[in-house]
């Protein structure tokens, strides 16, 4: 057995495609598409991210535009920024470039943002619709993992799950996400590890999300025969690009489904950020 791989450059051209549609549909409606980039003080990877977003919205008809503030940029100042961004008309979708400077409060910040236009799904009000089960701009990262996992055609209700992390905007709402849709989700982290405990939850799940961003660390060999693995990590290592996940010919041959690094859950993050650009635009048309 070889793994099928869930490449996520396939399924973001037939998204693309279908948002296009939809961008020319509202232009017609004389509803015109903006994504806005905040991005406070430089960071090189922010804005390889950024290129990414600006040449893909350019690809589908959407406008993109780039919001800079300085590095030394107070609390209040990023606030103010986001508070023009939210009342600007013109302006359909709001992103807001991570890292921020140190004094700068990310929750206080991200929570600033019109829960209408938060494209990114970082809100309270966002969050809490993931936890609900109801309508809602999810985490684009999350989304991205998920319609990976639901391209297998494989059937989730029952399925034993693992998801590895938990961060507020990959791995908690991707275990709500697995939970609305009946999976049994079992949710480890540093804590799990330190008690000895990783490696046996991990040998169990037929369903394996991994989203640390430490390099390899779950290794091909404690993963379960036949599961499917998504591989939400990017690291750099020795300028190599590795997931989260030890990825080899072993585990290949082990394992039914793989979301390869690179290639698997990156190439679909900003397609799920312009989808939520779209439907942000459809609710506040």
Sequence with gaps: ??????????????????????????????????????????????????????????????????VDLPESSTEEEVLAALKELNDDDGVTGI?????????????NCQNAISPKKDVDGVTSSNLGAVLSGRAGLYP?????????????????????????GRSAIVAKPLTMMLINERVTVTVCHTGTSKAGKLDEHIANAEILIVATGQPEMVKASTVKDGAIVIDVGINYVNDKIVGDVEQNDFLREKVAYLTPVPGGVGPLTVTMLLKNCVLAAKKIQ
Excluded: W
């Design 140 to 164: 684009s990262t999350a989304l991205s993992a998920f319609e990976l996992l639901k391209a297998s055609g494989v059937d989730l209700i029952g399925k034993e799950a693992v998801v590895i």
């Design 1 to 66: 057995m070889t793994a099928i791989e869930l490449r996520g450059a396939e399924l973001a051209k037939r998204i693309n495609e279908e948002l296009e549609k939809d961008v020319q549909t509202l232009a017609e409606q004389g509803k015109k598409l903006c994504l806005a980039s905040l991005q406070v003080g430089h960071d090189d990877s922010s804005e390889i991210y950024r290129n990414s977003q600006a040449k893909k919205a350019a690809a589908i008809g959407i406008e993109y535009k780039k």
């Design 95 to 107: 992103i807001l470039q991570t890292p921020l400077p140190g004094g700068i409060n990310l929750n």
